[in-house]
């Protein structure tokens, strides 16, 4: 077992890492050359077109939950709806360019279109019920205690707003690429590629999955296991493939990639101490039957 262990890490390696370094360099691109000026311009209206606009920028934008925390807050700070705010804490950690060029290596281009469009309209949906919500104003106090994982999500945001020069622009974006972004997300890569080599390899797993989750139970299987247990959006995706080869349906996989990125318990935290423990439920319920329905949706589409 050990020996296939070794194997299945090393192949996963191999597949993995080619793509996760061209994943790396075009967040540092699209990081480096799309101001917060402009992303701050067109996300101050209850429409569906703001809606969309949210969704679509959370998944271009090249931040994990914990960086998407210190952005969401400020969108709050200058008056943007719920709506908003909670659509992009929904799309922003569900994906990213690295995550998306995974997903397509393992899973192919049918499944990576049908969870990016998931995405989105779960972004648009969970934003519309949230701009129809009721929310307690926001006061500015410059003496609130900060939050640190917001300050340390917000650090690797603020080179991009120096001047620079192309050569500063250029260490900027590689700077940001390869030793920011695997700061923020690479243990999580490292742990998601070895959890996938260790379910792949390890026969007790398929057989469980195999006997009991390979149906309907999957999908409550992977709903439970994605709120309990935080899995950054590009770890996600090679640990799934792994559970769905050893027999998980593929559907139930899907939840698993909607649910695991998006619940994590700084995203929870923050909106309860933001918004209440009320909104905080009604995100997570909206999450919950969203995903298992384009989940089982994917299993009659594919």
Known sequence: MISLFLFNLKQYFIEIIPTIFLGFLLSGIIHEFIPQSLINKYLGRKDVLT???????????????????????TFKKK????????????????????AIL??????GLKFTFYLCLSIILMGIIIGIIGNLL?????????????????E?????LSHSYQQKNFKNKIISILTYSFIDLPKEIGLEILIGIILAAVVASFSPVGILIKRYLSGFYGYFFALIFGLLMYICATASVPLVYALIIQGLNIGAGLVLLLVG????????????????FSILIIYLTLISILSLFFGYLFTFLK
């Open 51 to 73: 809606l969309l606009r949210v969704s679509l920028l959370g998944i271009i934008l090249p931040l994990c939950c914990w960086g998407s925390l210190p952005v969401a807050i």
């Open 79 to 98: 008056g943007t709806p719920l709506g908003s705010v909670l659509a992009f804490l929904v799309t922003t950690p569900a994906t990213s360019v690295s």
């Open 102 to 107: 995974i997903t397509y290596k393992f899973f």
């Open 134 to 150: 009721k929310t307690k104003e926001f006061f500015i106090n410059e003496n609130k205690e900060k939050c640190l994982c917001c």
């Open 152 to 156: 340390e999500g917000s650090k690797h």
């Open 261 to 276: 990125p998006i619940t994590s318990y700084g995203t929870i935290l923050l909106i309860k101490k933001e918004f209440g």
